[in-house]
């Protein structure tokens, strides 16, 4: 069954804390992607990866992290720098080759602040 | 920001109906695509259309492009209440690798 999982699906964080929300894709895809939705809004890009050991910054980076050290997996921490984190974040990946590929989403992780 | 505009934000219609949403965005393009987001969920690719087709077709949905006023529109035909969601254009700027830009989005409420 191939996908894209994220967890968890609600995530709090306290002031002060850095937290790591998971993405999995077992679809062999070489590039992955961050998003952050705020209620009613689209999607803007936090971080992505076009291959392994490598990712760049999107439009909204500050005060996010990530790594991507395997294929399958691509963790966002959103640390204390990050003033403003009550948002819902989405994974997604793509085949790749740097031409607007289709993107794949997984089902999201709510994050809330305490 | 590059990112596209789509309008109206909100649209309201009767089961059976057709849908049109548009989305307009800012410089030339490899492709442009839209999705679906039901409440609380992942989006979901419906349809994509390169910068060289002016028209395609998908089951109930059809989309057109119009590289000259740089905007593309989604027509659902017959629709069931089981499309409402949102629905998001995203464009792949030339130049921009795998990126894709999305636009603000349109809630389609469709009611029996």
């Known amino acids: 069954d191939g996908g894209i999982t994220q967890s968890p699906k609600y995530l709090f964080r306290k002031e002060g804390q850095n937290v790591t929300l998971s993405c999995e894709q077992n679809l062999n895809h070489d590039a992955m992607y961050w998003y952050r939705q705020d209620p009613g809004q689209g999607l803007r890009l936090i971080y992505y990866?076009?291959?392994?050991?490598?990712?760049q910054k999107g439009d909204i980076a500050e005060g996010y992290s990530v790594s991507r050290e395997k294929k399958e997996s691509f963790p966002l921490t959103v640390t204390s720098a990050q003033k403003n984190p009550t948002a819902f974040y989405l994974c997604?990946?793509?085949?790749?080759?740097?031409?607007?590929?289709?993107?794949?989403f997984g089902p999201g992780t709510r994050l809330l602040v305490l | 920001s590059q990112q596209g505009e789509e309008d109206p934000q909100a649209l309201s219609i009767q089961e059976g109906e057709n849908a049109t949403m548009n989305c307009s965005y800012k410089?030339?393009?490899?492709?442009l695509q839209w999705y679906r987001q039901n409440s609380g969920r992942g989006l979901v690719h419906l349809i994509l259309?390169?910068?060289?087709?002016r028209e395609k077709h998908s089951g109930r949905l059809r989309v057109t492009l119009d590289t000259s006023k740089k905007s593309s529109s989604l027509l659902i035909t017959a629709s069931r209440a089981a499309d409402t969601a949102s629905y998001f254009c995203a464009t792949s700027y030339t130049g921009t690798a795998s990126k894709l830009t999305f636009g603000t989005g349109t809630r389609l409420q469709v009611t029996l």
């Open positions: 990866s076009q291959i392994v050991n490598d990712f």
């Open positions: 410089t030339s393009i490899n492709n």
């Open positions: 259309i390169r910068s060289n087709e």
């Open positions: 997604a990946s793509s085949i790749g080759g740097g031409r607007g590929e289709t993107q794949y």
